[in-house]
């Protein structure tokens, strides 16, 4: 059976990997290896107190407490040296577990400093490491409206690495996603949702998503692109 290394990058990379292991497990158990990587520990702490805290091997993750400051330079050039062989070391020994290692999966986004910034600067270290195996990224792109004002410098920055170190980039598009939702929500509000989509669709597990409060902003957005991600390990 041929296996992947899923890499999470930064907030949003590890949020919507929470998710896709989420669904992974319910369908084929556990086919994958996992590394977490966030400058600021918040989320991965989240997920280790969370139902998923005995899926990820705690000697497999790296955090840091300052951040990257939205700044692609800080997680590319300041993290990127400080952290490169304790990242390096927790990719060997997650690929020393696969018996047939087809690619390594990376998750992040375009427009956080961590994600964008230590994100490719670890796609060009797997570069150089594993050079005979993939490297399939999901990226996140900002929407036109995106609050952090330095995301178009990050995700310029960030693009030039992709295209140098990545073999296949699957670009997500984060006004996509909150169009999506926009239309999710006025067909639950309408009535409407039961009599266009199947009982158990993936717009229906958004949709409930959207009604119960206490859910997170992103958590129906995160589970769409995890339900994508699911596809592509079938």
Excluded at 21 to 29: G, I, K, S, V, Y
Excluded at 38 to 66: A, C, H, W, Y
Excluded at 73 to 80: Q, T
Excluded at 112 to 124: N, R
């Amino acid at each position: 059976m041929t296996q992947s290394v899923v890499v999470q990058v930064g907030q949003c990379g590890n949020q919507i990997g929470c998710c896709f292991w989420d669904l992974a497990l319910r369908e084929h158990a556990s086919v994958n290896q996992a590394v977490l990587i966030d400058m600021e520990e918040g989320v991965v702490n989240e997920i280790l107190q969370g139902p998923l805290r005995d899926v990820f091997d705690s000697k497999q993750l790296i955090t840091d407490i300052s951040g990257s400051g939205n700044n692609w330079a800080v997680g590319h050039k300041v993290f990127g040296s400080l952290y490169q062989e304790q990242i390096l070391e927790k990719l060997r020994k997650s690929a020393e577990h696969c018996d047939c290692l087809q690619c390594f999966f990376i998750i992040h986004s375009m427009g956080g400093g961590t994600g964008s910034g230590l994100g490719t600067f670890l796609l060009m270290m797997l570069k150089d490491e594993f050079p005979e195996v993939y490297r399939f990224v999901t990226s996140i792109y900002p929407s036109s409206e995106d609050d952090v004002i330095t995301s178009p410098y990050n995700s310029m920055l960030a693009m030039k690495e992709l295209n140098e170190h990545a073999d296949c980039v699957l670009p997500i598009d984060n006004q996509s996603l909150f169009d999506i939702i926009s239309k999710i929500d006025l067909m639950v509000s309408s009535g409407k949702l039961g009599t266009i989509v199947k009982p158990k669709s993936l717009i229906t597990s958004n949709a409930e998503a959207l009604k119960s409060r206490h859910k997170k902003p992103f958590d129906a957005m995160n589970n769409i692109v995890a339900n994508l991600l699911l596809n592509l390990t079938r």
